[in-house]
C-alpha cells in the first residue's frame, strides 16, 4: 500500500508561489478523497487565490492555509493553534506528507561582510528557522500517523558555495545537516 492509497495530510511550505505553487498543484492532483492538503507561505493573497484555484480542480480533497508570518519570523503559536484547531480533519489520517520549500535567496549582490546583524537573523528565520519549527509542531501534531515522509527540497550550493549567495548557501548546508541527524 502507498502513501497515496489513503487519505494523508499533505503540508507545503513555500506554496505561494514558484515551485512550490506548481508542487502544490501536482500533490492536490494525486491525493485521495477526504484527504488534507495544508498550504503554508508568507502571502496571503496568493496563497487565497491558489486555494480558490485548487479546490476547483479537486473538489474532494480539503484545502487549508495558513499565513501568520511577523517580521519574517514564523508565528508558531498560531502554526500550533492552526492544527488544532482543524484537528477534526487530521484525526483520523494514517499517513503525512511534509515538503519544505520555504525559502528566500535573499539580495545577491551583497556581500557576507556587508550585512549585519538584523539582516542575518531576518534570513535564518525565514530559510531555516522556520523549517526546524515547522517539523517540531507538524511532527508532534502527527506523532500517531503511522507513515510519515518529510521531504526537504535543497540545493546544490549547500555543497559547492557561491560568495555572492553566502547566507543562501550556509541555509541550505544547515538544512542538510539538520536532516543528516533528523529522527
Known amino acids: 500500500m502507498g502513501i497515496f492509497d489513503l487519505p494523508i495530510c499533505a503540508i507545503v511550505t513555500g506554496a505561494n508561489r514558484g515551485f512550490g505553487r506548481e508542487l502544490c498543484s501536482v500533490i492536490s492532483s494525486e491525493l485521495p478523497a477526504s484527504s488534507t492538503l495544508v498550504l503554508l507561505g508568507r502571502n496571503r493573497d496568493a496563497l487565497?487565490?491558489?486555494k480558490k484555484e485548487l479546490a476547483s480542480k479537486t473538489p474532494s480533497i480539503n484545502i487549508l492555509i495558513f499565513h501568520n508570518f511577523e517580521c519574517n519570523r514564523l508565528d508558531t503559536q498560531s502554526l500550533l493553534q492552526f492544527f488544532n484547531d482543524h484537528d477534526n480533519l487530521f484525526k483520523d489520517l494514517s499517513s503525512l506528507l511534509l515538503v519544505h520549500n520555504a525559502g528566500s535567496v535573499g539580495d545577491p549582490s551583497q556581500s557576507c561582510v556587508d550585512l549585519?546583524?538584523?539582516?542575518?537573523?531576518?534570513?535564518?528565520?525565514?530559510?531555516?528557522n522556520s523549517?526546524?519549527?515547522?517539523?517540531?509542531?507538524?511532527?508532534?501534531?502527527?506523532?500517531?500517523?503511522?507513515?510519515?515522509?518529510?521531504?526537504?527540497?535543497?540545493s546544490l550550493l549547500a555543497l559547492q558555495p557561491s560568495k555572492s549567495l553566502s547566507l543562501y548557501c550556509s541555509c541550505k548546508l544547515s538544512h542538510c545537516t539538520n536532516y543528516c541527524i533528523f529522527h
Open 116 to 128: 549585519g546583524l538584523p539582516q542575518v537573523t531576518d534570513y535564518m528565520n525565514i530559510n531555516f
Open 48 to 50: 487565497e487565490s491558489e
Open 131 to 154: 523549517m526546524v519549527a515547522t517539523n517540531s509542531i507538524v511532527l508532534n501534531k502527527f506523532a500517531s500517523c503511522k507513515h510519515k515522509t518529510v521531504i526537504n527540497l535543497s
